[in-house]
């Protein structure tokens, strides 16, 4: 069986789309961090793809993809940091409860 | 360097030495020189330009310097006076001068007080000695935006609602300038680079009357609610009431001229056409302003109340006058915002004695009170009697001049105002007398008062300066209204 | 004649002297002060009075002389306002009058004032109002006049309220100095307005009789008259003001809470004869271009004069009477400036005006200085805590007697002749001027003697201890002012002043001289009769008339007319609501707009709620919605 781009497409879209709910809807900090991970490797799937696909004699997709993964460890690193650090605080990580600098 | 500079020099270096001053008696000697400075700056300058102009130098502006700022723009830092700016400038300096005695026992934070009030004074002298547009708008905020903290931080009673309430409306006030001077600029010459100077646009008269007719409401209205207009008036009864004494003299003494001031040199020196075309909607307002701040004042009970709508019954008159768009009214306003300045500044300055002994300003809660301070009484008689015009003192040969002057207009809408204005004389009288009756005539009304002492030196120098003045401008005005008259000769040739 | 200048120039540094050195100086040395620098003040005014009458006449008058004349304040072209001293006949003659009255009554002070506290005010005070009052009469041009004018009226308001703790003294002063204010802010626009028509303030050109000066205003009318009418006729008002006419006459009874030699001075003799003296200054205004006017003074004057005396009939409080008494007298001037003509025998109302001035002056400051002999002697106004005095008060009962009989118009006192002559020009004008003026003349001999009778007979009431005749400083005065009173009558008057400038010979009428004087006969018989033994007549009259006799006592509820006036109408029904529009309606219509705009900000704050999920879900359908909108 031979694997149409799209059903890569298809998949990195359910990613992208599931990010985007989790981001909305979740509460808990850690599963908002998870669907921001979810965004991002949906795009990087993309990268993957399209360069696989259309054009297979250049690597700058690949890179990116690269680029990014490093980039969202990092910050997912930092996201973590600063999340135990509020749980430390305020022993609690849901949204709702992080207004203490809106003011 | 101009002379003219120093004004904005000397405030300046007395800030810096007060910034460097470690105590009260360091603070003292660095306000009471930087003040007594000015004084004779600008005593000295009076002389300087009576001199000039027996010499026969018939220039429009005296002493004028120009330097380049920004050049993209063409915006100058230019300076100038005739002998309405002179006048003017005497003015403040004298209110300065007072004021900074008037605020000798300041209790708390003294320096950051007269930094704030130093700064307040440049911007009043830079903006007096302005002839540029951009300039003179620069140092009118300069002015106003240190009256929120001096009267936030310093004043008493509702305190940070009455300057919140002053700073917003006089911004509002110059949101509406910025726009009429943005207007004026760019139609200042035409096609070719605008300009900011007020004699190349006077004498360009490049400004079509179409367009005036915009930008001389929002420049009367922006200067005149400094001016205390109807019916933006209200923040000078609650502002003076909150301010601490001095700030109250130099808020009523001077910025208020600065509205009047504003009025005449922006609006109507620089569109004459339009001042003549509108004037009647404005007559109707400053006519209203007369009458209704004399007949608000006869019923307040706040000393401090009564002043600030005799202010507005006063700066009120000063706008008619302007309005007149004649010579003799126009050296009328002036000369009446000169003693306007002055008495209201010896109100201030008494009250707040006043107030400082008996911690009241509520005239039924006082009484008797010249048995027991007998120099503050008569000093605060002699204000009354400036108030309400008496011959000999200063407000009589301003008052007179304005209605003469006004009444050189022969049609019957301007009579009719003038003689509305002139009813304000016997109100005047009423309010004044009712203070000075409960006040300081009659039994004592609380047995506490009787331990109270009268002036203290400083105090009394303050009053003594002040009444000097009022007395010296009401026994000798011709040279003051030949100064202001001679003055006003271009403005006339371009209104007729 | 530069000297004259000091008559000025003295008073002014008195006032200086006294009111900054006042309480280092010892009160007795203060008056002293003030008293030595008015006797060099009378004696120069003496001797410009004698120097300016010696003056040989030009065409048969006395030509002004303006010995001084300097530019104070420029308005216009035309308009200065000069200070300067005019002297002519009726200025020289208020010269005289004022400062003869103003130093009796400096010297009668020191013993009248002494131990009073703020002596050395007091005398800083009279030594002002002498200073402005002498300045007024010499005004050369009417806003120099106003200017004294003015000052006068401050130095009567301080005065007034010298004791200045009495809730009374303060509210008459203010009284008066508010009502006067009222009056002068008519003077100011009439002097707007007839100078804006003829081009000039001063009296030289206003009164030369030119009539071109008048061309300006030709035509303009206002309401059926002239605008030069209606000039004359708001500065006459400013005069009513001063000259306490009707309706203006209020603050006059009131002003008597002053010290009773200031009464004398500003109250009768001199301040309050400013109106009459504005009127004969501008007379001949008046009558070439203004004769309406003058029709007008006349009518005012006689209201006044009859209202006042049927007032002063009734007044228990002997400083009232005598109050009354001036402002009905002062209508008799007023009445015979109304009458006058210019020319000839015409111009006898002008004359007698003036001379009744003269001789008023003299008798009513000695009845005031009397009355306050009397007060001094039994610390009381009120008539009842008096009678039979003459045995305790033996000078101040002749003199007093003598300024009765002045006023009553008997011959040879002064009274007489000036109030004959005034009789007879009100018959030259109209019968029925004659008429009234007589039948008031009749009732001011009826309330005089009714009030000497009240002092110095009838019974005597208690006393606490017996009454002393006052020290010698004032019953010098007294003295000296009841010989003039005898003799002033005898002065010819019409030499030095008429109306036109030419010698008037005077004739006494002998019709209305007999007439008037057997008509105050029998009005003083009535007097006697009812007064000076105790009688029951009057109270029986009073029960039966009781209606008028209490609208008489409350001054025919003039007073409570104003107060309704300026209390309900100005206070509550103006000053009020605008206060309260400034509070509540422009005050509050700008913090409504504060608050406004804080509650449009609190309203939209929503939208920043710092919430990223929900700016996500706002950007999410914001971009759907933007990618919706571009593809359709």
């Not at chain 2, 009288?429 to 109270?452: E, F, Q, S, T, W």
Request: hydrophobic residues 55%.
């Amino acid at each position: 069986m031979e694997l149409h781009m799209e059903y890569y497409l298809v998949i990195s879209t359910i990613m992208l789309f599931a990010g985007i709910y989790g981001f909305i809807t979740r509460r808990n900090l850690l599963a908002v961090l998870i669907s921001i991970e979810l965004i991002l490797n949906s795009v990087d799937i993309n990268f993957a793809v399209f360069n696989r696909y259309l054009f297979p004699e250049q690597m700058e997709g690949f890179f990116f993809t690269l680029f990014a993964i490093g980039v969202s460890a990092c910050e997912t690193a930092v996201a973590i940091a600063i999340i135990i650090n509020i749980y430390r605080n305020i022993r609690n990580i849901q949204v709702k409860n992080l207004s203490e600098m809106k003011h | 360097m101009n002379f003219l500079s120093l004004f904005v020099l000397i405030p300046i270096l007395s800030m810096c030495g007060l910034f460097f001053s470690k105590n009260l008696q360091q603070i003292r000697v660095a306000v009471a020189t930087g003040a007594s400075l000015l004084l004779v700056l600008a005593v000295g300058l009076v002389f300087a330009y009576l001199g000039e102009r027996g010499a026969g130098n018939t220039a429009e502006m005296l002493f004028t310097a120009d330097t380049m700022w920004y050049a993209p723009l063409n915006i100058h830092y230019s300076v100038g006076v005739d002998g309405i700016s002179v006048a003017m400038l005497l003015l403040s300096a004298i209110i300065v001068f007072t004021g900074t005695f008037a605020s000798w026992k300041m209790e708390f934070l003294q320096k950051e007080y007269f930094l704030w009030f130093y700064l307040l004074s440049i911007g009043v002298f830079g903006f007096f000695i302005s002839i540029d547009l951009f300039t003179m708008f620069m140092f009118y905020e300069v002015a106003l935006i240190p009256m929120y903290l001096l009267i936030g931080v310093w004043g008493s009673g509702k305190k940070e609602y009455a300057a919140m309430k002053l700073t917003l409306m006089l911004m509002g006030g110059s949101a509406f300038l910025l726009v009429g001077i943005l207007g004026i600029y760019f139609n200042s010459a035409g096609t070719g680079m605008p300009s900011m100077n007020l004699l190349e646009i006077a004498h360009s008269h490049a400004m079509p009357l179409a367009l005036q007719r915009w930008f001389f409401p929002l420049v009367f209205i922006g200067f005149g609610v400094l001016g205390a207009l109807f019916p933006f008036h209200t923040w000078s009864p609650d502002g003076h009431a909150s301010a601490p004494t001095a700030v109250s003299m130099l808020h009523a003494g001077v910025l208020m001229k600065l509205g009047g001031y504003g009025c005449f040199r922006v609006a109507i020196y620089l569109m004459p056409e339009a001042a003549k075309e509108l004037s009647w909607i404005f007559i109707i307002l400053t006519g209203i302003s007369v009458v209704y701040g004399a007949y608000s004042a006869i019923v307040q009970t706040d000393l401090k109340y009564i002043n600030a709508y005799s202010s507005v019954s006063h700066c009120g008159l000063v706008l008619f006058a302007i309005l007149m768009l004649n010579q003799t009214a126009m050296t009328g306003a002036v000369m009446q915002m000169l003693s306007h300045g002055l008495m209201t500044a010896l109100f201030f300055a008494l009250i707040g004695m006043i107030y400082g002994r008996t911690h009241t300003r509520d005239i039924r809660e006082m009484g008797g009170l010249m048995r027991i301070m007998p120099f503050l009484g008569v000093c605060y008689v002699i204000a009354g009697l400036a108030s309400l015009g008496l011959p000999g003192l200063s407000g009589f040969v301003a008052e007179m001049t304005v209605f003469v002057g006004a009444f050189q207009n022969t049609d019957t809408f301007h009579r009719v105002f003038t003689i509305i204005a002139c009813t304000s004389i016997v109100i005047t009288a009423v309010y004044i007398l009712r203070v000075v009756g409960k006040l300081l005539y009659g039994k004592v009304v609380n047995d506490h008062h009787l331990a109270l002492t009268d002036a203290v030196w400083y105090e009394r120098f303050s009053t003594i300066v002040l009444i000097l003045a009022i007395t010296g401008i009401g026994l000798a005005p011709l040279w003051l209204s030949d100064m202001i008259s001679g003055s006003l000769q271009s403005l006339i040739s371009m209104l007729h | 004649m530069e000297y004259t200048t000091l008559i000025l120039i003295l008073p002014l540094l008195t006032f200086l002297v006294l009111g900054l050195l006042g309480t280092k100086l010892k009160p007795f040395t203060a008056g002293c002060i003030g008293t030595l620098s008015l006797a060099v003040v009378v004696l120069l005014a003496y001797s410009t009075a004698w120097q300016y009458f010696s003056i040989p006449r030009v065409d048969g008058v006395h030509a002004p002389v303006i010995p001084l004349n300097f530019e104070w304040l420029r308005f216009t072209q035309y308009l200065h306002i000069d200070l300067g001293i005019l002297l002519d006949p009726i200025s020289v003659m208020m010269l005289v009058v004022i400062t003869t009255v103003s130093f009796m009554v400096h010297v009668y002070s020191l013993g009248y004032m002494h131990g009073e506290r703020g002596f050395q005010r007091y005398y800083a005070f009279l030594s002002l109002f002498t200073f402005s009052m002498l300045g007024l009469v010499v005004a050369t041009n009417i806003f120099q006049m106003y200017i004294f004018w003015e000052l006068v009226g401050v130095s009567s308001y301080l005065l007034i309220g010298f004791y200045y703790t009495k809730p009374e003294a303060v509210a008459a002063s203010k009284k008066a100095f508010i009502v006067t204010r009222f009056a002068d802010l008519g003077f100011l626009i009439g002097i707007l307005l007839l100078s804006y028509y003829t081009k000039t303030f001063s009296f030289e050109i206003l009164t030369s009789g030119d009539a071109s000066i008048f061309t300006g205003a030709a035509g303009t009318t206002f309401m059926g008259c002239s605008v030069i009418s209606w000039a004359m006729a708001l500065i006459f008002m400013g005069g009513a003001g001063k000259s306490a006419m009707f309706p203006l006459h209020i603050w006059l009874p009131d002003a008597m809470e002053g010290p009773t030699p200031v009464s004398a001075l500003i109250h009768a003799a001199t301040m309050v004869v400013a109106g009459v003296f504005l009127v004969a200054r501008l007379f001949p205004v008046y009558y070439l271009e203004a004769p309406d006017v003058l029709v007008l003074i006349a009518v005012v004057g006689a209201v006044t004069s009859l209202y006042a005396a049927v007032v002063a009939c009734v007044q228990t409080d002997i400083k009232r009477v005598l109050a009354f008494s001036t402002i009905s007298q002062i209508g008799f001037m007023m009445v015979a400036l109304g009458v006058s003509g210019m020319d000839g025998h015409a111009g006898l109302g002008y004359m007698a005006s003036m001379f009744h001035l003269f001789t008023h002056a003299m008798f009513k400051a000695l009845l005031f200085l009397g009355a306050g002999a009397i007060i001094h002697a039994v610390h009381s106004n009120e008539m009842s805590h008096m009678g039979g005095l003459r045995k305790y008060l033996p000078v101040t009962h002749i003199t007093f007697l003598v300024a009765c009989l002045a006023i009553s118009g008997i011959p040879p006192f002064s009274g007489f002749f000036s109030k004959d002559e005034i009789l007879a020009a009100a018959f030259m004008f109209s019968p029925v001027m004659g008429v009234v003026m007589s039948f008031i003349a009749a009732l001011t001999a009826f309330y005089m003697f009714r009030l000497y009778y009240n002092i110095f007979w009838g019974k005597e009431s208690a006393h606490e201890h017996t009454p002393h005749e006052a020290p010698k400083f004032m019953t010098l005065p007294l003295v000296f002012l009841a010989v003039v009173t005898l003799f002033a009558g005898f002065i010819p008057f019409g030499k030095f002043v008429s109306s036109n400038g030419q010698e008037y010979i005077i004739h006494l009428d002998w019709s209305v001289a007999i007439t008037s004087v057997i008509v105050a006969c029998i009005s003083i018989a009535l007097a006697t009769y009812f007064y000076r033994k105790a009688n029951p007549i009057p109270d029986r009259l009073a029960t039966t008339f009781s209606g008028l006799h209490r609208a008489a006592y409350r001054r025919f509820y003039i007073d409570e007319v104003y107060l309704f006036i300026t209390k309900r109408i100005i206070f509550n029904c103006i000053s009020r609501p605008i206060a309260w529009f400034d509070r509540h309606v422009i005050d509050a219509s700008l913090n409504g707009l504060a608050s406004m705009s804080q509650w449009v900000s609190y309203n939209i704050r929503g939208l920043q709620s710092g919430q990223v999920q929900q700016y996500a879900y706002v950007i999410l359908f914001g971009t759907i919605l933007i990618l919706i909108l571009v593809l359709i």
